[in-house]
């Protein structure tokens, strides 16, 4: 058995348990192809398995045509190992906290397209200039908006493409943007939403702000017209709304691959020739979230039917608020942390550990609820125990510290950092009185030596600062905390990193006293948590 379109009308998929789409994909291709609505860019993982899926159920409810057409940026690996062997389907395996697995077929990609692949581009340059065109949508992760490098001046691919005419190709993601942009002004501009569903705070904004100083520059250089500016800044126009996406989904697993196989296919091994592996199936958790600032111009498909939160910016930045700085992400970084430094692999087992355990709810309900905002269209509460009871526990999921502990840096100030301006605007709340984020941010500082709590190296995941960070902790020795004198100030003061300068707060010397207490000798980390937080 193999996943293709073909493969559909056979009778192994229904007996195997997998529900096929309930649709002629064939002609739902050819529609699409010939009235293009939707275009995405970076058809990853969590798209290929809630996005694409969300599409796919709304032209199964019997509402028109939203099929969509797939545009790979840079490397076309991504689509020629996970999406053009198996004819763009994707096999979706929904693993639930009490064993059982749901497994569906997505089939509501209308075509594949490569950027670096020159028939390609021009077939992605012909879509943007179709009237029919709505939304062209983003899963491209937060690096792929930007311009410039740490220095601050702009990367050296966008210096080469504002230099070209933005009608040919390019190599920085958002010039490419850009540039179709650019193709679509010049062919009538017909309204348009720019639609980001990356997993960042106001990622429309960002979205925005990138094409627009694109825009800018080739303008300077006489290359664009300057009315293309116009255009863009009119929401009547284009408009750039901002969105909060929440769905685990975690890197293809080898448990999967080899259930599938048992089940007869016999083509969803595992690519593991690239960093992240490579499937023709993609696992997910059950719960999901997408609260979308309903601002469409041209018009958009009717996702609400198939629960999509559509709603106004001030409900968005709620939804965003709660899930971000309370509820669920700097509990998943707590873990992330402190689990690589104690040597968990999986989320689950984590929460197992009554000190970890103990931690997260500490974080959630004691430090993070007295200032959370309702956002109306879900409970606080009810999402985090959702989160702690569910979600984190998930023994199926195989979630792992390690893939949640990359970019620590850029994520400390928008899921913590928040909460403590919050305190520091509320005269009622003591800073003095928060146990768990110093403990976190201490932790972090911990796990940046590379030194696991049992005093083995470890392996540290990608994080944009560990080249500047980690020379700090040089002189550092587990089982000597007096090395750890003044050696965490270059780093507490940075508001960059923590929303604050930590040194106006009480916090920092908390975070120093707590890190000095986790190098004095190998399972010192796992002492304190079990004094202080074990449940």
Known sequence: MRLGVESLSSHEMMNAGITLPQFDVSRIRESAIKTPRWMHFGPGNIFRVYIARLAQELMEAGEPQCAISALVPLSPLELDRQLAPFDLLTLGVTLHADGHSDMNVIASLSEGL?????????????????????????????????????????????LKDLERNPEEPMENTMAMVTGLLVRRFRCGGSPL????????????????????AVAKEWIKRGLVEKEFLDWLNNPACVSFPISVIDKITPRPSEDIARTLAQLGFEDMELDTTTRTPLAGFVNTEPAEYLVIEDRFPNGRPALEKVGVYFTDRETCDRFEHMKVTTCLNPLHTALAVTGVLLGYTRIDEEMKDPGLLGLVHRLGWDEGMPVVVDPGIISPADFLREVEEERFPNAFLGDTPQRIASDTSQKLPIRFGETIKAYLAHEELDLKNLTAIPFVFAAWCRYLMGVADDGSPMELSPDPLLEELMPFFADVRLGQPETSAGVLRPILSRPEIFGVDLYTTPLASQVEELFTHMIAGAGAVRSILDKEFAR
């Open 193 to 212: 939403a720019l639609l980001s569903c990356d997993n960042f705070s106001h990622n429309g904004d960002k979205l925005r702000d990138s094409v627009t």
């Open 114 to 158: 490569a950027y670096q692949r020159a028939k390609d581009f021009e077939r992605a340059a012909t879509i943007i200039t179709e009237p029919s065109l709505q939304i062209l949508s983003f899963t491209i992760t937060e690096k792929g908006y930007q311009l410039t490098g740490f220095d601050g001046q702009y990367q050296p691919a966008l």
